[in-house]
């Protein structure tokens, strides 16, 4: 049985790349669900420690809470773009050279 290294490597970083882009997929899909449908799931509730003295202002630690929300999603929403504009090219062209290959 002959075994050709080139044919796994394609498999191979064809299956990195598809699997790549599934999860870049289903992550952009959980940020959607939790942005339209279910609007709690990802807001957290952070009380700061209060120091003797201090005055804390509850709206003040509502708009720090919505910030950094935001911020969260954003670090989402762009990991897993990228993993699906790096991905995609990677199965894609692999799998391409398979099926050129196999002809």
Do not use: C
């Amino acid at each position: 049985m002959k075994v050709n290294i080139r044919l796994i490597y394609l498999y191979l970083f064809s299956f990195v790349g598809l699997l790549v882009t599934v999860v870049g997929a289903v992550r952009l899909v959980e940020l959607t669900l939790k942005v339209y449908v279910f609007q709690g799931a990802d807001r957290y509730e952070y009380v700061a420690p209060k120091i003797e003295g201090q005055i804390v202002n509850p709206e003040e630690e509502r708009q720090i809470a919505e910030r950094e929300t935001v911020r969260q999603r954003q670090r989402e929403l762009s990991g897993s773009i990228a993993m699906i504009v790096v991905g995609f090219p990677l199965y894609f062209y692999h799998w391409k050279t398979i099926q050129k290959e196999k002809e």
